[in-house]
């Protein structure tokens, strides 16, 4: 499937000068220390999971996904997408996985260059060199969507951008998109809750940039009385939208059946 960029446009890359004795001082090296504030980035980011830092977000054209400006991390490196790049798709009816597949290193006498390829592959699994933006399933005739109508949206199957499997980068592992988070927090808070977890859940969804994967979790897990586990993108959509739809019923609050058995997560 061919590629289409505006002229001037890169892909997300990792660029870093080199300065031995002998060599002339350019211009464009000098430029490339100036534009990437690499220290303070590296550092700021050290403790992050492969995965999503800021940015890259999609929005549907006519025939094209997009692919905003943004940052990624793959095996300790910061990768920076400096504009939105364009990709052509179809309508295919199967499952299409949008995907950053990372090169190998490339050395130059000037620079060590890494960069990355972004496509559209129908093949699930990731390989070790890839990482998932989104995925969807087009119908033919169909249109396809990045706009959201609800939290449960998010797992519509046809014609919908699908961030559930996306990894977001976190703290030591990878967490749930925001997009995602937000969409949940502002429908709980709609129905006024009275339960505290969902009160602190929500606000911390809507006041921070990320939400740790481990405090979803232990949300999950306390809100319906499970036992404490890590649970996947799907199960985590999945029991949200529990939460969701108690919350509407004027859901119970935790603690109420204290000798309520603890229940386990079937995937």
């Given at each position: 499937?061919?590629?289409?960029?505006?002229?001037?446009?890169s892909?997300?890359?990792n660029?870093?000068?080199?300065f031995?004795?002998?060599?002339?001082?350019?211009?464009?090296m000098l430029?490339?220390?100036?534009?990437?504030?690499?220290?303070?980035?590296?550092?700021?980011?050290?403790?992050?999971?492969?995965g999503?830092i800021?940015?890259?977000?999609i929005?549907?054209?006519?025939?094209?996904?997009?692919i905003?400006?943004?940052?990624?991390k793959?095996?300790?490196?910061?990768?920076?997408?400096h504009?939105?790049?364009?990709?052509?798709y179809?309508a295919?009816g199967n499952?299409t996985?949008?995907?950053v597949?990372?090169?190998?290193?490339v050395?130059?006498?000037?620079?060590t260059?890494?960069?990355?390829?972004?496509?559209?592959?129908?093949?699930?699994?990731?390989?070790?060199?890839?990482?998932?933006?989104?995925?969807?399933?087009?119908k033919?005739?169909?249109?396809?969507?990045?706009?959201?109508?609800?939290?449960?949206?998010?797992a519509?199957?046809?014609?919908?951008?699908?961030?559930?499997?996306?990894q977001?980068?976190?703290?030591?592992?990878?967490t749930?998109?925001?997009?995602?988070l937000h969409?949940?927090?502002?429908?709980?808070?709609?129905?006024?809750?009275?339960?505290?977890?969902?009160?602190?859940?929500?606000?911390?969804c809507?006041?921070q940039?990320?939400?740790?994967?481990?405090?979803?979790?232990f949300?999950?897990c306390?809100?319906?009385?499970?036992?404490?586990?890590?649970l996947?993108?799907?199960?985590?959509?999945?029991?949200?939208?529990?939460?969701?739809v108690?919350?509407?019923?004027?859901?119970?609050?935790?603690?109420?059946?204290?000798?309520r058995?603890?229940?386990?997560i079937?995937?």
């Amino acid at each position: 499937m061919k590629k289409r960029k505006e002229v001037g446009d890169s892909l997300f890359a990792n660029q870093y000068p080199h300065f031995q004795k002998g060599r002339i001082l350019k211009r464009e090296m000098l430029e490339n220390l100036r534009d990437y504030p690499r220290e303070f980035l590296d550092l700021y980011f050290q403790d992050y999971s492969n995965g999503i830092i800021a940015g890259v977000n999609i929005i549907v054209a006519d025939a094209s996904v997009i692919i905003t400006k943004g940052i990624i991390k793959h095996n300790g490196k910061l990768y920076v997408l400096h504009s939105s790049y364009e990709l052509p798709y179809e309508a295919t009816g199967n499952e299409t996985i949008l995907k950053v597949r990372f090169a190998e290193e490339v050395n130059d006498s000037d620079f060590t260059n890494y960069t990355t390829d972004i496509v559209l592959d129908h093949s699930i699994e990731l390989a070790h060199n890839e990482l998932e933006l989104a995925r969807f399933k087009l119908k033919l005739g169909a249109k396809l969507r990045s706009e959201h109508i609800d939290f449960l949206d998010f797992a519509t199957e046809y014609n919908t951008v699908n961030y559930l499997h996306c990894q977001y980068a976190g703290l030591q592992k990878s967490t749930y998109h925001p997009i995602i988070l937000h969409y949940f927090a502002r429908e709980l808070l709609k129905n006024r809750p009275s339960n505290p977890y969902d009160i602190a859940f929500a606000l911390e969804c809507i006041n921070q940039e990320r939400v740790q994967r481990d405090a979803i979790n232990f949300y999950i897990c306390n809100r319906l009385e499970l036992d404490y586990q890590t649970l996947s993108n799907s199960q985590i959509h999945k029991y949200l939208n529990r939460i969701l739809v108690e919350s509407k019923g004027g859901g119970r609050m935790t603690g109420q059946n204290k000798g309520r058995p603890k229940r386990m997560i079937v995937d």
